[in-house]
């Protein structure tokens, strides 16, 4: 986790108004760190409901443990800015590659 360019993507999200959550499978809350603080949030789990209930889902890591299928499915708008989504098949209208 370190200094992930994320919490920089968070940060400037929440200064413009917007509430962010998060999902990553590898951090399950986040803790202190030396130029973030402590963000204070916890990974929210990733299914169709949770996702449908998000204007945007801004994706900032490509793991291997995503279903991007489900992801591509369900958001209502994709900021894909790892190319994780290339190799979605079928709705693709709502995928903006950055």
Known sequence: MRESPSFELIEKLEHLGAQVDYNDPLVPRTHYMRHWGDLG??????????????????????????????????????????????GVKGKRENVVKA
Do not use: F
């Open 41 to 86: 949030k916890a990974s929210v789990p990733l299914t169709a409901e949770t996702l449908k209930g998000y204007d945007c889902v801004l994706v900032a890591t490509n793991h291997a443990a995503y279903d991007w299928q489900l992801i591509a499915d369900n958001a209502k708008l994709v900021v894909d800015t790892r190319n994780a989504l290339a």
